[in-house]
């Protein structure tokens, strides 16, 4: 690879598009791994980093979270990987010796650091990543489907599995089903749940049904609270999934959740929330951080995902140089799930 070059879309100036531009490929050093990136995909998050409202970025630099790709060039004391292995490649970069990563909670890491945010990521055509953090998957799955595994398809997984621990008796909702919803539906699915999505968007609610939600309803025409009381005759839900992040929608999820029940804070958009006291103490319901996912979880999608449990869902692909028409469409809304650069 020496001499050789590559595109790659770097992020120079916050508020900026993105510059396509051509950068040596990189040689990985001991226990790195060069990935030719044949899929990457876009996530809400990326129009934060270009908002610039993630403290931890430094510019210029190459954003991207969500990728698979071929290996291609074997550091030093990588023995694990082969040249041409298809593999995801994990967003957290971990210290292994903080009390969080020695217990199993490495998504907890005090020393994390990240691909695709404090160092380079996948929007280009060539990318570094510690062997420690790529994960094989087979060749039933497309990469285009496999990128969006470390993001979309494992956060939810965690916040399904782990974090409000769903069961096959369990109601759950899903406040505001997109990109992440969709790969949520079919995760708690498989984990038996009766499954409501909200969405102010019909096209979103038919993609959610389609891939397994009982309930749908549009909370611009219907009332959410009395949809729920009516089909659970009063009991509501057992957890709910927030994947909205403003202000209020947290007491929307607490408002349609049983006396004990859960909310699962998935999204963000706004920095505070608020809720009512009362209501929540004296009712024990519970408002559940979750942040990213843990190898394990990663190890179990990519199965799930291989056995055609979870068919991730891209609603659009993209070629690298058109990166900033796809940002756009994203802020715009026209993106009804997830999109993803293919290479
Ligand atoms: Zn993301
Ligand atoms: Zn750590």
Do not use: W
């Amino acid at each position: 690879m020496k001499n050789k070059t590559m595109k790659a879309a770097v992020l120079e100036q916050f508020k900026k598009d993105l510059v396509i531009k051509e950068l040596p490929i990189p040689t990985p050093k001991r226990g790195e791994v060069l990935i030719k990136v044949r899929a990457s995909g876009l996530c809400g998050t990326d129009l934060h980093i270009q908002d610039g409202r993630l403290p931890t970025i430094k510019l210029p630099y190459v954003p991207g979270h969500e990728t698979a790709g071929e290996v291609c060039a074997l550091g030093e004391d990588v023995n694990c990987f082969e040249i041409g292995d298809r593999v995801i490649v994990a967003i957290d970069i971990l210290c292994n010796t903080c009390r969080f990563c020695t217990t199993g909670r490495g998504n907890l890491c005090v020393n994390l650091t990240r691909l695709g945010f404090e160092r380079d990521g996948g929007h280009q055509e060539y990318m570094i990543a510690p062997a420690t953090n790529l994960l094989k998957f087979n060749d039933n799955v497309p990469f285009e489907k496999a990128a969006i595994i470390p993001d979309a398809v494992a956060c939810m997984y965690h916040a399904i599995k782990n974090q409000a621990q769903v069961r096959a008796t369990d109601r759950i909702c899903i406040l505001g089903v997109g990109g992440l919803g969709f790969q949520g539906i079919q995760i708690a699915k498989h984990f038996g749940a009766e499954i409501f999505c909200t969405s102010r968007n019909d096209e979103k609610l038919e993609i959610a049904k389609k891939y397994g939600a009982d309930h749908i309803i549009n909370t611009s025409k219907q009332n959410l609270y009395e949809v729920i009381k009516d089909i659970t005759s009063g009991e509501m839900c057992d957890a709910v999934f927030d994947n909205i992040g403003i202000n209020s929608s947290i007491q929307t999820g607490l408002d349609i959740c049983r006396p004990g029940g859960k909310v699962i804070m998935v999204g963000y958009s706004e920095d505070t929330f608020q809720a009512e006291f009362q209501g929540t103490a004296m009712k024990e319901k519970e408002i559940i951080g979750i942040r990213g996912s843990n190898r394990r979880d990663l190890v179990e999608t990519i199965r799930l995902v291989e056995k055609g449990i979870i068919d991730p869902y891209i609603y659009k692909t993209y070629a690298l140089d058109d990166i900033n028409l796809a940002l756009e469409d994203l802020k715009n809304g026209k993106s009804l799930g997830r999109t993803v650069l293919k290479m």
